[in-house]
């Protein structure tokens, strides 16, 4: 029950249950102790505040004060406090409460972006916290969980953003031959690489010939171990060690899907599927090969590509085995696995092969489930996050349940999954494919002039004068791919009230950029 009141000072306070949320003698007073002793050093200028929880909002008040040119998000547990609140926001506020349009997750990503991190303050009322803990939970998880997907997104781009270039180049250098799909007239199975897709091997040799068996990269040596073939491998990881999984591709007959920005590896005369996942270096680099391309939306799991991938060349339902986001006691992968084989190899009487598996998994996999005897982890709960908030109108079944939820997928068991299978069994075709060859040396006329532009442009805009909406772009912007670590210290730089400073690193920045896309230019002309 709320019992809204005046405090002994004059502003209004309130109760939940007898639970005070603001001081009954001086609200005001209590929320200005807060912000001094919550308030980061750092924060001296133009930056985003996220307030959560807030009950009446007098922590707003002060903060609005002290940095009137910041932005504030407000979160707030309870719509009865929103609509009490004694004074206006501001046209710097966003404002999400239980019950107005849209969940909190897709108005936290439409209210700010990966830049903003750089700054970023959270205050989080623990009062308002603790007596509505419920929502509160909610809106901390949820919270946490897109700050957790964006430093991923960070992360990725800084260490990964000139691979990107780089792959491109090289991939482009050695490809002989495409392949195109028509729409397949199967059910897509997908093989992830968790433990439990041991338990669908024979599932899937019972109904090879009426499926479309699309593998994931890390589930090959798994399949082959089991004299599996699948009709198409998909990898998108740009980095070296991925490329561990595709040791045996040659001696396979199947193709492999795959955007220009994965891994390059050695194939022979290897057929490719190859995808388009519309990041700003295929965008830049590929633009004249838009239209031969096939589009799949990026992810930050393979799993999640490979679903958008068999949505996009099937109307049947979807099945996924080995999708479990968690460990199975201390396996943590189906076995054999290429990241497995050197251990077993070295494996002895005084370094056997199970400690050198519980030394992997009690690193990684460090967050319980409600099973004992699995755990999982940070980066594949954001995985998990990400198939909990998808949203298709097509069924997609995931086989073996975990105890790690799957959200928008069925969950059914190896019985379950054999009787929808035999019902489809009449009512499949035949997958067929063509080949045709790419013409490199064209590929190649338009990666240098792309690249030419580009270079161009940057010397065109090094002497550039920042304005507040030069960020608002960064995503689209050459030199964030090129170091998002360095573009982002430029961010805090500008935004701090250090201008000076953050054109010099813009600077140095560009001219370092001008350099790297030369030589891949170069590296494109030396192939002549």
């Known amino acids: 029950m709320f019992d809204f009141f005046r405090s002994r000072t004059g502003p209004l306070t309130f109760s939940f249950n007898g639970n005070l949320v603001h001081s009954s003698y001086n609200p005001l007073k209590e ?60 046209d710097n506020v966003s404002v999400w409460f239980p019950g107005c349009n849209m969940n909190l997750e897709s108005f936290l990503k439409s209210e700010f972006t990966e830049i903003n991190l750089k ?51 090289n991939n482009s250098l050695s490809l002989k031959k495409s392949v195109t799909f028509p729409e397949i007239s199967k059910p897509v199975f997908i093989t992830s690489s968790g433990p ?45 060690y991925s490329s561990y999984h595709l040791k045996k591709i040659n001696n396979c007959n199947f193709p492999v899907a795959m955007p220009l920005t994965a891994h390059h590896f050695i194939a022979d005369d290897k057929p490719f599927f190859l995808l388009n996942q519309k990041t700003l270096q295929e965008r830049l680099l590929l633009n004249h090969l838009q239209n031969k391309l096939h589009f799949v939306m990026q992810n930050g799991t393979v ?76 980066q594949l709960k954001t995985y998990s996050s990400w198939f909990n908030n998808f949203s298709t109108d097509r069924t997609v079944y995931r086989i073996m349940s975990s105890p790690v939820p799957s959200g928008s997928l069925c969950d059914i068991n190896i019985s379950q999954a054999e009787i929808l299978l035999n019902d489809m069994k009449n009512n499949t075709g035949k997958s067929i494919l063509s080949a045709e060859s790419i013409d490199s040396e064209s590929m190649l006329n338009s990666i240098r002039q792309s690249l030419t532009e580009a270079v161009n442009y940057l010397k065109k805009n090094s002497d550039i004068s920042f304005s507040n909406n030069y960020f608002n772009s960064f995503n689209n912007d050459i030199l964030y791919h090129y170091s998002a670590s360095v573009y982002l210290d430029i ?21 370092k950029c001008i350099l790297f896309l030369e030589s891949l230019k170069s590296k494109t002309e030396r192939y002549e």
């Open 119 to 169: 700054g970023l303050q959270i205050f989080n009322w623990s009062p308002g916290s603790r007596v509505f803990n419920d929502i509160s939970d909610y809106i901390e998880n949820t919270l946490s969980r897109v700050i957790r997907e964006y430093n991923g997104n960070i992360n990725t781009t800084n260490y990964f953003g000139k691979r990107y270039f780089k792959n491109i180049i």
């Open 303 to 378: 799993s999640g590509s490979a679903l958008h991938l068999a949505l996009s060349i099937s109307k049947y339902p979807v099945f996924f085995a080995g999708l479990d986001f968690c460990s199975s006691d201390i396996i943590t992968h189906c076995l054999p696995n290429e990241f497995s084989i050197p251990d077993i190899a070295s494996s002895s009487r005084y370094k056997p092969f199970i400690n050198m598996l519980f030394s992997k998994y009690s690193d990684y996999y460090n967050i319980r489930t409600k099973e004992k005897r699995c755990r999982t982890s940070i």
């Open 31 to 90: 929320a200005e102790k807060y912000v001094i002793s919550n308030l980061k050093p750092s924060i001296n200028g133009n930056h985003l505040f996220i307030i959560l929880n807030p009950g009446l909002n007098y922590i707003y008040d002060i903060l609005e004060k002290r940095f009137p040119e910041s932005r504030f998000i407000i979160i707030h547990s309870i719509e009865q406090a929103y609509k009490n609140i004694s004074f206006k926001y501001k």
């Open 196 to 240: 439990t897709l041991e338990q669908s091997v024979d599932l899937i040799k019972r109904n090879r010939q009426s499926i479309f068996l699309l593998a994931l990269s890390s589930s090959l040596t798994f399949l082959l171990e089991n004299n599996i073939e699948p009709d198409l491998l998909l990898t998108t990881d740009p980095g070296f």
């Open 491 to 511: 961010y805090g730089d500008y935004f701090s009230g250090n201008r000076d400073s953050a054109l010099k690193k813009y600077r140095l920045l560009n001219e």
